[in-house]
């Protein structure tokens, strides 16, 4: 039973359009963040939010944007998509600093053409 | 820099005992994560040390020499739902999570 929803599931884009990637959590966590995978990759982080009215940029930031206006909603907007923002978009959540542990969404799998 | 190092693939067989290591580098250190992946799902939680010493769970355990950078996983009474890959990920001094690449486990018969 997922806590913490991505949609679309899959997305096929062509080059130069704006897209939304939507994230949800009903856990009433703080702290969200977005990150990219690639294949045999490490994860890389793009946004991160301590809670609402709080974003902050990590180290894939550019090109993209977040908004934190709901606790429970973390949208990350490409402004114009390139066949390079193709990958693997994960949405986390976590309560706290300690020893809790990151909740990953399904992920959006992207494919820019 | 902060570097993370993990074996990129390992072989194992059902019913063995298997351990993934994990060496990092990194600013200041406030825990270690393992999480498990399995292909084209999302990373889910295993296992937390901030310890020195040995964490055990069920089939799993995990170990963490904070003097020498280093935790290991130990996967026990493999079974081919095993087969993911497994994802070292240490929380910095800012708090901030970094990750390794993962190591693929293939699990045979």
């Known amino acids: 039973e997922a806590d913490i929803y991505q949609t679309p599931r899959y997305l096929v884009i062509g080059t130069g359009k704006k897209i939304t990637l939507e994230c949800s959590q009903t856990?009433?966590?703080?702290?969200m963040y977005w990150y990219q995978q690639d294949p045999g990759m490490e994860l890389h982080l793009i946004h991160y939010s301590y809670g609402v009215n709080s974003t902050e940029k990590g180290d894939l930031s550019s090109e993209s944007t977040v908004s934190r206006i709901r606790t429970e909603h973390f949208p990350l907007t490409l402004e114009s998509a390139r066949p390079s923002h193709t990958s693997q978009y994960l949405c986390?959540?976590?309560?706290?600093?300690?020893?809790?542990?990151?909740?990953f969404g399904n992920g959006t799998r992207l494919t820019v053409t | 820099g902060q570097n993370i190092d993990q074996p990129t693939e390992m072989t194992a067989t059902e019913g063995a005992i298997v351990q993934i290591n994990c060496t990092y580098q990194?600013?200041?250190?406030?825990?270690l994560f393992w999480y498990q992946q399995h292909a084209g799902e999302a990373p889910t939680f295993l296992s937390y040390n901030v310890l020195d010493g040995l964490e055990e769970k069920g089939r799993f355990s995990s170990f963490l020499s904070r003097s020498k950078g280093y935790s290991y996983l130990l996967l026990k009474e493999l079974q081919m739902k095993d087969s993911a890959s497994y994802l070292c990920a240490v929380r910095d001094s800012n708090y901030q999570l970094i990750w390794g690449a993962g190591t693929k486990l293939i699990i045979k018969p």
């Open positions: 990194t600013s200041g250190f406030n825990g």
């Open positions: 856990m009433g966590h703080d702290k």
């Open positions: 986390a959540s976590s309560p706290g600093w300690d020893a809790s542990p990151l909740h």
